[in-house]
C-alpha cells in the first residue's frame, strides 16, 4: 500500500514538473499575464456595474455605459471630478456627483462640470456617438 501511494505520488509530481518546463518555456506577453491574473480593465469594470442601472431605460446598457465613460467622463480634466462623476454614474446610472466625493476645494465645480458633459452625455443616450 505504501508503494502505490508513493509511486501515484511520484507520477503525480514528475507530471506537475513537465507541465510547468513545457509552460516555462513559453513567453508571456501583458495580455496574458494580465489574463493570470483577472485585473479587470478600469472602463470593463465601471461599465458591469453601470449596465444594471440603464436595464429597462435603454435598449443595450452596455454602449450607453461605455460612451458615458469614454466620452461625458473624458471631457472632465480634472482627476478627482472625474472619479466622481465616474462613481456617480456607476452607481445610480445618470450622472451624478455627491459634495462629499470631491474635496472642498473643488466642490464649486461640480455645477460647471455638469454644464460641460451637457452635451456628450444627451449625445451617449439619445444619439450615439459615432467614431
Given at each position: ?31 496574458q499575464i494580465r489574463s493570470l491574473y483577472r485585473v479587470p480593465e478600469p472602463r470593463d469594470e465601471f461599465v458591469r ?67 460641460k458633459i451637457a452635451k456628450p452625455t444627451l449625445q451617449c443616450m439619445f444619439e450615439p456617438i459615432s467614431n
Amino acid at each position: 500500500m505504501l508503494l502505490r501511494i508513493c509511486s501515484a505520488a511520484i507520477l503525480a509530481s514528475l507530471a506537475l514538473l513537465g507541465s510547468a518546463q513545457a509552460q516555462s518555456q513559453l513567453p508571456l506577453d501583458s495580455i496574458q499575464i494580465r489574463s493570470l491574473y483577472r485585473v479587470p480593465e478600469p472602463r470593463d469594470e465601471f461599465v458591469r456595474q453601470c449596465a444594471p442601472h440603464m436595464l429597462g431605460r435603454w435598449a443595450h446598457p452596455e454602449a450607453v455605459c461605455g460612451c458615458l465613460h469614454d466620452h461625458a467622463a473624458a471631457t472632465v480634466d480634472d482627476p478627482d471630478l472625474r472619479q466622481a462623476l465616474l462613481r456617480g454614474i456607476s452607481e445610480t446610472g445618470v450622472p451624478t456627483i455627491e459634495t462629499d466625493w470631491v474635496p472642498p476645494s473643488k466642490q464649486n465645480e461640480i455645477g460647471p462640470t455638469f454644464t460641460k458633459i451637457a452635451k456628450p452625455t444627451l449625445q451617449c443616450m439619445f444619439e450615439p456617438i459615432s467614431n
